[in-house]
C-alpha cells in the first residue's frame, strides 16, 4: 500500500522501480494499492503508473499486465471509515493475487501524518495479518530528537523495531553500499584505514538545485536537517565504522551506533570552531541567472535558513583520534555531485622535490554521483624525466565496466525490504544519535542568528568561512567538481 500514490515520490521513483523489479522478474505475486486523498477510479490509476513508467523507462510491451496488479483507494488519512474501506479492499486482493497475508505499508507523504496513519493502521486491524506487516517510512524522520522521539513512539504502537524501514536513499546508491565492500574486501585497505595513515576525509554532497518547489519545507529545515542529519552522518559512519562480525543487520547497525557513539559532541561556542553555515545568494548556474535563496517561492525574505553547511566532525575512538571527517552541502553550488576524498598523510621524506614542487598526497576518492567509480591518486616516475614524480590516477568506474544500467536506489531499496533485509534503512538508535548531534548545532544557530547572509553566490562551491574551516587545520578541500573519474571504456 503507497500513502501518497498520487504524489510526486510515487511518479518520479516508486513506480519506475517496481516496474523495474518486476522486468526483472523479482515481482511474482503482487498487488498495489494506491493510497490518496484524491478521487481516482482505478484505471486512472493504472495510467499514471503507466505514464510514469514510460517517462522515465520508455515504452515497454508487458506495461499492460504490469499495471493491472494496480489499485486506487481514495482515503482521509484521519478518519477510522477509509481505513475500514482500505481494510476491506485488501483482504479481497489478498485472496485474489495469494499474497499470504503478507503486507508493506510505504508512507510516501507528508510527514506530519506518519504517526497518525501507523496508529490507525494498528486500530482499524490493517496489521491484522497472517504474514509479515512492514512498514516504510520516508524521511524526515522527526524534526528533533524530541520530535523523532514522538513519532517513533506513535509508530511503534503498531510495529516493532524490525519492522520498520527507515528510508534514507542514500543508501540506496550503489557506492553508497560499495564503501563497506571497498573497505572490507581489499588488503590495502583496512591495514591503512585509520589515524596512522589517514590525515582527514572529505566529503562533499553539492547540488545545483535551489529549493525548487518546496520553500515551505525547506523553511523549516535547512541544509543540516535536510542533508547533515540523515545522509552525510550516514556516510560517515559507514566510512568510519569497525569491521563488523557478520554482514548481518544486527552487526552493520551495531558497528555504524559505535561510530554515533564515538562522535565528539560539539555545542555552544564550540560550534563556530566546527560548523559553517550558508544561505546562496543570487548567481548564475549554467550560464542562467538564478533568484537568491530569500527571493524563492515560499521563503521568508529575511529568512536566517542554511543552504549549505560545512562541518567537522571528530570521532573520539582508537582508530580516528585526530582525524577530522569534513563534510559539505548545499544548495545551488557549482556543480551537482557527491564523492568522498581520503587523504593519505605524507610520506616521511619525500626524495622527489623538484625546486617548488611537493609530493602530491595518495587518495582515494569514491565517487558516488553523478559518476559512479574510484580513483586512486598515486605518484610514479615521469615518463623520460630523470627521476621526478607525478601524479597517476588508477580508476574504475562503474559505467564504463560492469554495469550499465546501475539500479535506482529505490528499487534496491524496495527490494530489500520485501524481502526482509533492512540493511541499508535507519535503525532507530542511528536516528536518535544523529538528531542529538544536530540538535546542540541548530540551538546554537537558533540563538545566534547570521548577520551576513546571503554569504556565497549561486554556482560557487559555498561561503569563504567553509574553506577557512578546513585551510585552519592545514588542508583544503579537494576541487570535486573537476576530480571526474576517468571513464575506462
Ligand atoms: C533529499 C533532500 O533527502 O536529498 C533534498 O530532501 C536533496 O533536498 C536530495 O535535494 C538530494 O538527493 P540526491 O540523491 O539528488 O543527492
Not at 482499524?124 to 497472517?130: A, C, E, M, N
Request: proline share 3%.
Amino acid at each position: 500500500m503507497i500513502f501518497g500514490a498520487t504524489g510526486d515520490l510515487a511518479k518520479r521513483k516508486l513506480f519506475p522501480s517496481l516496474y523495474r523489479l518486476y522486468e526483472k522478474n523479482r515481482l511474482h505475486k503482487f498487488a498495489v494499492i494506491g493510497v490518496a486523498r484524491r478521487s481516482l477510479t482505478n484505471e486512472e490509476f493504472q495510467q499514471n503508473v503507466r505514464d510514469s513508467v514510460v517517462s522515465s523507462l520508455g515504452i515497454k510491451n508487458d506495461l499492460d499486465e504490469f499495471v493491472s496488479h494496480f489499485y486506487y483507494q481514495s482515503h482521509d488519512v484521519t478518519d477510522s471509515a477509509s481505513y475500514v474501506a482500505l481494510k476491506n479492499s485488501a483482504d479481497q486482493i489478498d485472496v485474489r493475487y495469494e499474497l499470504e497475508g503478507n503486507r508493506i505499508f510505504y508512507l510516501a507523504m507528508a510527514p506530519e501524518f506518519f504517526g497518525t496513519i501507523a496508529l490507525h493502521l494498528k486500530s482499524d486491524g490493517l496489521t491484522d495479518v497472517t504474514g509479515y506487516k512492514r512498514l516504510v517510512i520516508e524521511k524526515p524522520f522527526g524534526h528533533d530528537l524530541a520530535s523523532a522521539i514522538e513519532l517513533n513512539n506513535q509508530i511503534r504502537t503498531a510495529f516493532s523495531e524490525d519492522e520498520i524501514y527507515r528510508i534514507d536513499h542514500y543508501l540506496g546508491k550503489e557506492m553508497v553500499r560499495n564503501i563497506e565492500v571497498i573497505r572490507f574486501a581489499n588488503a590495502i585497505f583496512e591495514p591503512l584505514w585509520n589515524n596512522r595513515y589517514i590525515s582527514n576525509i572529505q566529503i562533499t554532497s553539492s547540488e545545483t538545485l535551489g529549493v525548487e518547489e518546496r520553500g515551505r519545507y525547506y523553511e523549516t529545515s535547512g541544509a543540516l536537517r535536510d542533508m547533515v542529519q540523515n545522509h552525510m552522518l550516514q556516510m560517515v559512519a559507514l566510512l568510519a565504522m569497525e569491521p563488523p562480525i557478520r554482514l548481518t543487520t544486527d552487526e552493520i547497525r551495531s558497528e555504524k551506533v559505535r561510530v554515533f557513539r564515538a562522535l565528539r559532541m560539539i555545542e555552544g561556542e564550540q560550534v563556530k570552531d566546527y560548523f559553517v553555515r550558508g544561505q546562496y545568494g543570487e548567481g548564475t548556474i549554467d550560464g542562467n541567472p538564478v533568484p537568491k535563496y530569500r527571493d524563492e517561492p515560499m521563503v521568508n525574505q529575511n529568512s536566517n535558513t542554511e543552504t549549505f553547511v560545512a562541518g567537522k566532525f571528530k570521532i573520539d575512538n582508537f582508530r580516528w583520534a585526530g582525524v577530522p571527517f569534513y563534510i559539505r552541502t548545499g544548495k545551488r553550488m557549482a556543480a551537482k555531485t557527491t564523492k568522498i576524498v581520503v587523504q593519505f598523510k605524507d610520506i616521511p621524506m619525500n626524495l622527489y622535490y623538484q625546486t617548488e614542487k611537493v609530493l602530491n598526497p595518495n587518495l582515494l576518492v569514491i565517487h558516488i554521483q553523478p559518476e559512479e567509480g574510484i580513483t586512486l591518486h598515486l605518484n610514479a616516475k615521469k615518463a623520460g624525466g630523470h627521476l621526478d614524480a607525478q601524479e597517476v590516477k588508477l580508476s574504475f568506474a562503474n559505467t564504463g565496466t560492469n554495469a550499465m544500467n546501475t539500479p535506482e536506489g529505490y528499487e534496491k531499496l524496495l527490494f530489500d525490504c520485501m524481502r526482509g533485509d533492512a540493511t541499508n534503512f535507519t535503525h532507530w538508535d542511528e536516528v536518535a544519535y544523529s538528531w542529538a548531534f544536530v540538535d546542540k548545532i541548530s540551538a546554537y544557530w537558533e540563538q545566534t542568528k547570521e548577520d551576513n547572509f546571503p554569504n556565497y553566490q549561486a554556482g560557487s562551491m559555498g561561503p569563504k568561512a567553509a574553506d577557512e574551516l578546513v585551510e585552519k587545520d592545514g588542508f583544503f578541500w579537494w576541487p570535486v567538481n573537476n576530480m571526474d573519474v576517468d571513464v575506462c571504456k
